[in-house]
């Protein structure tokens, strides 16, 4: 199975502050990553495919970058909505796996 | 306007059975990989299955594999998870999710149900 391993685990940033996830496989998966970001008690929102591919409708403050085993998701400034946990994911081979997430916390 | 309501979920013993159900609009089902995804209590998104678009093709993971069965009705617009043998690790939230095509292979989950609420415990 692919191991997919985020850090941080937690985040502290501020409304405009620029925040990176990084999300690491345990083998290449290149392209196939996505990102998605989750607010309690809700379904998960789908943000990024294709490691860079930003879903119609996302705010073009998030992006994703990266190849191989190594990608990360980017704010570029945080607004009050973006509070949230946010989970990689990749679908390259059965079983697809999330990585743990990451809480972006208020600071 | 894509919808995906989960349902079918509650509590049941250890070794029960439950099935849980996923109707779709909005969208041509049987054009679409569909799969389910669970989540434990404050854990993560563990994926559960897929199932091609007309159910010829299905993976597991191995944790359910043997005990969990998805299918689909497409003339219902209707996608389904048999649980049997239920354990209580099994407890989780359940959502649908719409896999569209990347290419000739489904790719990540572009609409998700609100998620059915499976508690397994005597």
């Known amino acids: 199975d692919i191991q997919m391993t985020q850090s941080p685990s937690t985040l502290s940033a501020s409304v405009g502050d620029r925040v990176t996830i990084t999300c690491r496989a345990s083998?290449?998966?290149?392209?196939?990553l996505a990102w998605y970001q989750q607010k309690p008690g809700k379904a998960p929102k789908f943000l990024i495919y294709k490691a860079s591919y930003l879903e119609t409708g996302v705010s073009s403050r998030f992006s994703g970058s990266g190849s191989g085993a190594e990608f990360t998701l980017t704010i570029s400034s945080l607004q009050p909505d973006d509070f949230a946990t946010y989970y990689c994911q990749q679908y390259s081979s059965y079983p697809w796996t999330f990585g743990q997430g990451t809480k972006v916390e208020i600071k | 306007e894509v919808q995906l309501v989960d349902s079918g979920g509650g509590l049941v013993q250890p070794g029960g059975s439950l099935r849980l159900s996923c109707e779709a609009s909005?969208?041509?089902?049987?054009?679409?990989?569909m799969s389910w995804v669970r989540q434990a209590p404050g854990k993560g998104l563990e994926w559960v299955a897929n199932?091609?678009?007309?159910?010829?093709?299905?993976y597991y993971v191995d944790s359910v594999r043997g005990r969990f069965t998805v299918s689909r009705d497409n003339a219902k617009n209707s996608l389904y998870l048999q649980m049997n043998s239920l354990r209580a690790e099994d407890t989780a939230v359940y959502y649908c999710?719409?896999?569209?095509?990347?290419?000739?292979?489904?790719?990540?989950?572009?609409?998700w149900g609100q998620g059915t609420t499976v508690t397994v415990s005597s």
């Open positions: 199932i091609q678009k007309d159910g010829s093709e299905i």
């Open positions: 083998q290449s998966i290149n392209p196939w």
């Open positions: 909005g969208f041509p089902f049987s054009a679409y990989w």
């Open positions: 999710a719409r896999a569209p095509l990347s290419g000739s292979r489904p790719g990540a989950f572009d609409f």
